[in-house]
């Protein structure tokens, strides 16, 4: 579609069609005379208008009544997470159809009724008051209070937007609007579930120390929390995910076009992931270059891979939760990619038995890739290992990315603290995309 233009040649009926049809994603910028409005799409989707202080369907009813000025139209643009607007175009164009004035109405036109003088009866010489035929209807030809009719709506009512998140320092940069709060605990990657702790009351909550299996015969018993030890029957929650730059964040999942969202990620070349956010479920992609390097779920039956893929095309064909699109830099997406498919190093340590600082510099002088998690009673910190070089650390609580463990570090020192360390390569391949959409039903 043309990016700007006069609404004298392109009304805000016929852009609104253009929008519709061609699933446009982005801004569209409105000024006439004194006034500016600014309308926002998602795939063709208007969901929210903000002209100074009103916002909703009003402010879209009132624009589609300017008929000259000027439009402008960014794709780019940052999309607010508010949806003020529930009607659709069409809806929208028949309220401003039945607001504006009748056809052949000019300016200055009195809102008196103009009424024929009446002839007289031709009986008498003169003609009196008789002669005028039936005296008028009470009320006629006097002076009437005349009030216009109120504008017609469709059955849709003005939602008034939410209030907007209070902004936090998750999202650097972005200090003029409220960021999209930081994700719920337990959204981001798989970790095993708590295992019966061999003494003592289990540790609520995280994984116990693996208990080392029973000795076979001619064997040296095989040590626990190393490398190698059996791991615990699993059952996945999720760890946190890092804050990075949002593209997109709090859209309603009901309107986005999930198979364009994939499609347009991937021809935009995207590196980052896609955080899906509803009652009772949560899911992840992870995006490296616009290829699908995994997809995760808090689903039963598709935790991982294609399963959790199918999971979370389910819950977005269902309309359900909230979408955020989150740019990353490559180097923590593959930092990301070995922290959910690389094996376990080490696993339920105790914190408080545990040399923190020199459990780093050990992972250093390995120049180790992957990384180490943190499990305190409250909180979760993660911290992203390349060539044994702290990439990236953050905890659930703070998700944003720093080159100092100390926010993990405090996690460590607490009594009932887990770690865990993952060491080795990241997703082996992606996910085929299209074959993934092609086998959902």
Same mark, same amino acid.
Do not use: C
């Given at each position: 579609?043309?990016?700007?233009?006069? &609404?004298?040649?392109?009304?805000? *009926?016929?852009?609104?069609?253009?929008?519709?049809?061609?699933?446009?994603?982005?801004? =569209?910028?409105?000024?006439?005379?004194?006034?500016?409005?600014?309308?926002?799409?998602?795939?063709?989707?208007?969901?929210?208008? +903000?002209?100074?202080?009103?916002?909703?369907?009003?402010?879209?009813?009132?624009?589609?009544?300017?008929?000259?000025?000027?439009?402008?139209?960014?794709?780019?643009?940052?999309?607010?997470?508010?949806?003020?607007?529930? *009607?659709?175009?069409?809806?929208?164009?028949?309220?401003?159809?039945?607001?504006?004035?009748?056809?052949?109405?000019?300016?200055?036109?009195?809102?008196?009724?103009?009424?024929?003088?009446?002839?007289?009866?031709?009986?008498?010489?003169?003609?009196?008051?008789?002669?005028?035929?039936?005296?008028?209807?009470?009320?006629?030809?006097?002076?009437?209070?005349? @009030?216009?009719?109120?504008?017609?709506?469709?059955?849709?009512?003005?939602?008034?937007?939410?209030? #907007?998140? @209070?902004?936090?320092?998750?999202?650097?940069?972005?200090?003029?609007?409220?960021?999209?709060?930081?994700?719920?605990?337990? =959204?981001?990657?798989?970790?095993?579930?708590?295992?019966?702790?061999?003494?003592?009351?289990?540790?609520?909550?995280?994984?116990?120390?693996?208990?080392?299996?029973?000795?076979?015969?001619?064997?040296?018993?095989?040590?626990?929390?190393?490398?190698?030890?059996?791991?615990?029957?699993?059952?996945?929650?999720?760890?946190?995910?890092?804050?990075?730059?949002?593209?997109?964040?709090? &859209?309603?999942?009901?309107?986005?076009?999930?198979?364009?969202?994939?499609?347009?990620?991937?021809?935009? +070349?995207?590196?980052?992931?896609?955080?899906?956010?509803?009652?009772?479920?949560?899911?992840?992609?992870?995006?490296?270059?616009?290829?699908?390097?995994?997809?995760?779920?808090?689903?039963?039956?598709?935790?991982?891979?294609?399963? #959790?893929?199918?999971?979370? +095309?389910?819950?977005?064909?269902? $309309? *359900?939760?909230?979408?955020?699109?989150?740019?990353?830099?490559?180097?923590?997406?593959?930092? =990301?990619?070995?922290?959910?498919?690389?094996?376990?190093?080490?696993?339920?340590? &105790?914190?408080?038995?545990?040399?923190?600082?020199?459990?780093?510099?050990?992972?250093?002088?390995?120049?180790?890739?992957?990384?180490?998690?943190?499990?305190?009673?409250?909180?979760?910190?993660?911290?992203?290992?390349?060539?044994?070089?702290?990439?990236?650390?953050?905890?659930?609580?703070?998700?944003?990315?720093?080159?100092?463990?100390? $926010?993990?570090?405090?996690?460590?020192?607490?009594? $009932? *603290?887990?770690?865990?360390?993952?060491?080795?390569?990241?997703?082996?391949?992606? &996910?085929?995309?299209?074959?993934?959409?092609?086998?959902?039903?």
């Amino acid at each position: 579609m043309q990016t700007q233009g006069s &609404l004298q040649e392109s009304s805000l *009926a016929s852009l609104l069609q253009t929008m519709q049809t061609e699933r446009a994603t982005g801004a =569209l910028a409105l000024e006439s005379q004194s006034e500016t409005a600014s309308l926002y799409f998602l795939f063709g989707h208007l969901f929210h208008a +903000q002209s100074g202080q009103a916002q909703g369907e009003a402010v879209v009813v009132d624009a589609l009544g300017w008929h000259d000025g000027h439009y402008r139209f960014d794709p780019r643009a940052k999309l607010p997470p508010e949806e003020t607007i529930k *009607a659709s175009p069409a809806e929208l164009i028949a309220a401003a159809e039945r607001r504006a004035p009748a056809a052949g109405e000019q300016e200055g036109w009195s809102d008196q009724p103009e009424y024929p003088e009446p002839e007289p009866v031709a009986s008498g010489d003169a003609p009196g008051a008789e002669a005028y035929g039936a005296a008028p209807e009470p009320g006629y030809g006097a002076e009437q209070a005349w @009030e216009p009719e109120a504008p017609a709506y469709p059955s849709w009512e003005y939602r008034a937007a939410e209030p #907007a998140p @209070e902004p936090t320092a998750s999202y650097p940069g972005f200090a003029e609007r409220a960021p999209y709060p930081a994700p719920a605990p337990g =959204l981001g990657v798989r970790v095993p579930e708590p295992a019966p702790a061999a003494h003592g009351e289990p540790f609520a909550g995280y994984p116990q120390p693996t208990r080392a299996p029973e000795p076979v015969p001619g064997e040296a018993p095989r040590p626990v929390g190393v490398q190698g030890a059996v791991a615990a029957p699993a059952v996945d929650i999720f760890y946190p995910l890092p804050a990075g730059r949002a593209q997109y964040e709090g &859209l309603k999942s009901a309107f986005v076009d999930f198979p364009k969202l994939l499609r347009t990620l991937r021809g935009d +070349q995207h590196t980052g992931y896609v955080r899906l956010t509803g009652s009772g479920f949560s899911g992840a992609l992870l995006f490296r270059e616009g290829e699908l390097l995994d997809a995760l779920s808090s689903e039963a039956e598709g935790r991982s891979g294609e399963g #959790a893929f199918r999971a979370i +095309q389910r819950a977005m064909e269902a $309309g *359900a939760g909230t979408l955020d699109v989150i740019d990353l830099p490559a180097d923590t997406v593959d930092a =990301l990619a070995r922290l959910l498919a690389a094996p376990l190093l080490y696993t339920g340590l &105790l914190g408080r038995f545990v040399n923190f600082e020199g459990l780093l510099a050990h992972l250093a002088d390995e120049r180790a890739d992957g990384a180490v998690i943190v499990m305190g009673s409250g909180d979760v910190g993660i911290i992203l290992l390349a060539q044994g070089q702290i990439l990236g650390a953050y905890t659930d609580s703070n998700p944003g990315l720093s080159s100092a463990a100390t $926010g993990v570090s405090s996690i460590a020192g607490e009594k $009932g *603290a887990r770690i865990e360390v993952k060491r080795g390569a990241g997703a082996a391949s992606p &996910l085929d995309v299209e074959r993934a959409l092609s086998q959902i039903r």
